[in-house]
């Protein structure tokens, strides 16, 4: 098993930058990517981007040129880095692991609120 743990997050005007963290503990010998999703009310969970321990990464379009994910693999934690940031950014986050798939998410945190309002 997987534990996952949010920090960061918050409110922020639009434009604005604001990061959030991930902590891995337990088996995380098995992890291969990592990564954030989120959630917007009333809308599908989706992807934010991933990154596999050997450092490939994908983002979701809307967040491309923005949006920095990264990751330490001695700390076993994940970063978001998120800039310029766009009201329809507010979502709940959830850090994700992989064991094989980076699309395919194992793991999941209980999510952090990012709000991006003026």
């Known amino acids: 098993q997987v534990q996952l743990v949010e920090s960061g997050g918050g409110l922020v005007h639009p434009g604005g930058s604001l990061s959030v963290s991930c902590a891995a503990s337990?088996?995380?010998?098995?992890?291969?990517?990592m990564g954030w999703y989120r959630q917007a009310p009333g809308e599908q969970r989706e992807l934010v981007a991933t990154i596999t321990s050997g450092g490939s990464t994908n983002y979701a379009d809307s967040v491309k040129g923005r949006f920095t994910i990264s990751r330490d693999n001695v700390k076993n934690t994940v970063h978001l880095q998120m800039n310029s940031l766009k009201p329809e950014d507010t979502a709940v986050y959830y850090c994700?692991?992989?064991?094989?798939?980076?699309?395919?998410?194992?793991?999941w945190g209980q999510g952090t609120q990012v709000t991006v309002s003026s």
């Open positions: 337990g088996s995380i010998f098995s992890i291969n990517a």
């Open positions: 994700t692991a992989a064991i094989i798939n980076w699309s395919s998410p194992d793991y």
